[in-house]
């Protein structure tokens, strides 16, 4: 679920524009729709995908909520907070809809995502302006379902079927892609059947399923031929990956990215999130074989504590987190490790807490996150005695972040005066400023003309700030040649 930069680690929001999503009819009758997406990549990828689905519907999105004839919430349900941000936005957008009725214009208010799955029609009867909640595998029926809404009756759609909602999305128009180059996120995988004990996930997005190799190639072709140089694999348990290929074996992550591989202008692959457990010898040697497979990876450990390990039913030791890490390491020594840790499980101790740290300390993070950990109703750790009080864990968490800070440190200030290729994606803040991706996440900040967004550049990293590598362009050293944008260097 991570690798998410964008992120705000406490509320796990992730800012998207949704203006940036748009591909709506120009002129005549359009409607506007306001998507405000938070939690994981997953949720950043769907509601791309239902402003596609709304756009032959005449909707052309808008980041200015008072102009929003639809307002969707794309929600998050990991801990507390963010699911009680949903009820505090709902509120602010009851003022702009009783603002807009005074001048006679009307607002329906969707709920998506996780909260929805979760919650179902508690929603509307917490908050009654809420017209319909439509859960995370019934996206491909948001138009008939919006149908339903505006004859009157309130919707709640919460079933799970998954197969049917890549089906009917998966077509997905070229100029609808061309937004949104040059980076990426492609869903492979959705749903988890691991029940760490204290996550919602198995519940608000149900059981594994997979989509098939033939449908994801074929997204991923349409992308590459859109412009899109990168795309990351999204999915719950992104590394259980077992879809069925054309001729009915079934592939693994790693069979899955060397075929993505061959497609061409597609010269970056990531994955996120992947679970120790499903790390397999294949996934392993796409790294050490796979060019365009960037140098990171996400693998949450969650604890360093065998005992903590055990009581989350992360079905793996804190040994075996080790070996793993060692053999990733032999075929890729340069890799960016990332993870995500949770403080103040119930019945973590102080020593237990100082296992995670000993942990942290021995791996060696390029970047992690990091979260107090927030009771979930229905999942077993809600009801496990020995809840860690909140002050426990706030120090812990300070501390763990403290160390994670300095790492992340080290390792941006190793890449110095190191040469790697970037892939520039946007404007920065700063007039002829541009803004782009380390083979290893870290955002790169350079002078480089405009018309360079979307290729690929060898950069010199010249400094190195708290979150970012600032670097310059060496001259003459162009892309892999393929986008088409670059000027000819000097003679
Ligand atoms: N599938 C991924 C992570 C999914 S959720 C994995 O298995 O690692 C993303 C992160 O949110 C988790 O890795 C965990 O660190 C955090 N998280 C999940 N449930 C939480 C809870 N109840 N309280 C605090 N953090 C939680
Ligand atoms: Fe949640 Fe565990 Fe599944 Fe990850 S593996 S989504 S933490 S239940
Ligand atoms: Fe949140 Fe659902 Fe993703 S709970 S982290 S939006 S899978």
């Given at each position: 679920m991570t690798s998410r930069p964008e992120q705000d680690m406490e509320t796990n929001v992730t800012a998207v524009s949704a203006a940036d999503m748009t591909d709506a009819r120009k002129g005549g009758n359009t409607r506007k729709v306001f998507v405000r997406t938070y939690g994981c990549q997953m949720n950043v990828y769907d509601s791309e995908r239902m402003t596609d689905v709304l756009a032959p519907e005449g909707f052309e999105a808008t980041d200015d909520l008072e102009d929003a004839d639809l307002v969707i919430l794309n929600t998050c349900h990991i801990r507390e907070k963010a699911a009680e941000k949903v009820y505090s936005e709902l509120g602010r957008i009851r003022k702009v809809k009783e603002e807009r009725a005074k001048s006679g214009k009307d607002m329906m208010v969707g709920v998506a995502g996780c909260v929805a799955q979760a919650e179902g029609e508690e929603i509307s009867r917490?908050?009654?302006?809420?017209?319909?909640?439509?859960?995370?595998?019934?996206?491909?029926?948001?138009?008939?379902?919006?149908?339903?809404?505006?004859?009157?009756?309130?919707?709640?759609?919460?079933?799970?079927?998954?197969?049917?909602?890549?089906?009917?999305?998966?077509?997905?128009?070229?100029?609808?892609?061309?937004?949104?180059?040059?980076?990426?996120?492609?869903?492979?995988?959705?749903?988890?059947?691991?029940?760490?004990?204290?996550?919602?996930?198995?519940?608000?997005?149900?059981?594994?399923?997979?989509?098939?190799?033939?449908?994801i190639v074929s997204e991923a072709e349409r992308m590459a031929a859109a412009g899109v140089r990168e795309i990351t694999?999204?999915?719950?348990?992104?590394?259980?990956?077992?879809?069925?290929?054309?001729?009915?074996?079934?592939?693994?992550?790693?069979?899955?990215?060397?075929?993505?591989?061959?497609?061409?202008?597609?010269?970056?692959?990531?994955?996120?999130?992947?679970?120790?457990?499903?790390?397999?010898?294949?996934?392993?040697?796409?790294h050490r074989d796979l060019k365009s497979l960037m140098p990171y990876l996400h693998l949450p450990v969650q604890s360093g504590s065998d005992k903590i390990l055990k009581?989350?039913?992360?079905?793996?030791?804190?040994?075996?987190?080790?070996?793993?890490?060692?053999?990733?390491?032999?075929?890729?020594?340069?890799?960016?490790?990332?993870?995500?840790?949770?403080?103040?499980?119930?019945?973590?101790?102080?020593?237990?807490?100082?296992?995670?740290?000993?942990?942290?300390?021995?791996?060696?993070?390029?970047?992690?996150?990091?979260?107090?950990?927030?009771?979930?109703?229905?999942?077993?750790?809600?009801?496990?005695?020995?809840?860690?009080?909140?002050?426990?864990?706030?120090?812990?968490?300070?501390?763990?972040?403290?160390?994670?800070?300095?790492?992340?440190?080290?390792?941006?200030?190793?890449?110095?005066?190191?040469?790697?290729?970037?892939?520039?994606?946007?404007?920065?803040?700063?007039?002829?400023?541009?803004v782009g991706k380390s083979p290893w996440l870290q955002p790169v900040q350079l002078d480089a003309p405009e018309d360079l967004i979307g290729s690929i550049q060898a950069v010199e990293i010249v400094d190195i700030g708290s979150n970012s590598l600032f670097g310059r362009l060496i001259a003459g050293q162009d892309d892999l040649g393929r986008s088409g944008r670059i000027p000819a260097p000097a003679a």
């Open positions: 917490r908050a009654p302006i809420v017209d319909l909640v439509v859960g995370p595998q019934s996206y491909h029926q948001l138009p008939s379902l919006l149908e339903k809404a505006r004859a009157g009756s309130k919707v709640v759609e919460t079933e799970f079927d998954i197969d049917a909602k890549f089906n009917h999305l998966s077509e997905r128009a070229e100029k609808q892609v061309l937004k949104r180059p040059p980076s990426a996120f492609l869903t492979v995988q959705e749903g988890c059947d691991k029940f760490c004990t204290f996550c919602v996930v198995p519940y608000t997005r149900g059981a594994e399923v997979s989509r098939s190799v033939e449908q694999l999204l999915g719950q348990n992104v590394n259980a990956y077992h879809g069925t290929s054309p001729d009915g074996a079934v592939w693994g992550l790693g069979r899955l990215l060397r075929r993505l591989a061959e497609i061409d202008g597609l010269d970056r692959l990531r994955y996120t999130t992947s679970h120790p457990r499903d790390m397999d010898d294949d996934l392993i040697e796409a009581a989350m039913n992360r079905r793996h030791t804190r040994d075996e987190y080790f070996r793993l890490i060692d053999r990733i390491r032999e075929v890729s020594p340069d890799i960016a490790l990332s993870g995500d840790f949770i403080v103040g499980f119930p019945g973590e101790s102080d020593q237990d807490f100082e296992d995670t740290m000993d942990l942290i300390r021995q791996v060696g993070y390029g970047s992690a996150f990091s979260f107090k950990y927030s009771s979930r109703p229905g999942t077993p750790g809600a009801t496990m005695d020995e809840q860690v009080p909140e002050d426990v864990k706030s120090a812990r968490l300070a501390a763990l972040q403290a160390l994670v800070a300095e790492q992340q440190k080290a390792f941006n200030a190793s890449r110095l005066g190191m040469t790697c290729d970037v892939l520039l994606e946007k404007t920065g803040r700063n007039p002829g400023q541009l």
